[in-house]
């Protein structure tokens, strides 16, 4: 099992908001193991050995701050409740990484990269222990409590590593191109 992913997060009002909204499941386990987040660069290839976290750093040095705007709900099938993510430049920095990191082929396709990625920031899934009947209910409920949906610059990625307990929790931040680095280590 890889310890690492790199993500994107929402500013924290929204943040907060999203957790407060997932919290009214009792079942859903999610707001337990990581913060709201969209991934951009999924575990495939990110080990312990930490070459790829100087690869990645590269790819955002090379990357300035984009635009992204979080979008209403949707689902993958009646397993997973979903915020959707436009932007124009998110799929071409997650080619990037995952280019950077060179995953296996099998890593690619258990992480859905590259053709299969879709870039989303997950509310709840039945895998982290809510029913299909509750996804449904979070979908319906989630138009109205999670808007007006938010736009904002992404100008930082942040890497994520799995705690003993099954956590995810923030490592190291990255500042894309024109912010320079920031070694904000745990």
Request: hydrophobic share 40%.
């Amino acid at each position: 099992m890889s310890e690492f992913f790199v993500g994107i997060v929402p500013p924290e009002p929204y943040l907060k908001q999203v957790v407060s909204f997932q919290q009214r499941w009792s079942s859903n386990r999610l707001p337990d193991m990581v913060e709201p987040h969209i991934t951009v660069k999924a575990q495939g290839g990110l080990t312990w050995d930490m070459g790829w976290l100087g690869r990645c750093k590269e790819v955002c040095q090379a990357i300035s701050p984009f635009e992204l705007a979080i979008t209403a709900p949707l689902s993958f099938g009646d397993e997973v409740v979903f915020l959707g993510v436009h932007s124009s430049r998110i799929l071409e920095l997650h080619r990037q990484l995952v280019h950077a990191v060179s995953p296996s082929k099998e890593q690619l396709e258990q992480y859905f990269e590259l053709d299969r990625y879709v870039p989303h920031m997950t509310l709840g899934q039945t895998h982290w222990g809510m029913t299909q009947s509750e996804l449904a209910a979070m979908k319906s409920e989630a138009g109205k409590a999670l808007s007006p949906y938010p736009a904002f610059t992404v100008t930082n990625l942040r890497v994520y590593q799995l705690e003993a307990n099954y956590r995810y929790v923030p490592f190291e931040d990255i500042l894309l191109k024109e912010n320079g680095m920031n070694r904000n280590s745990k």
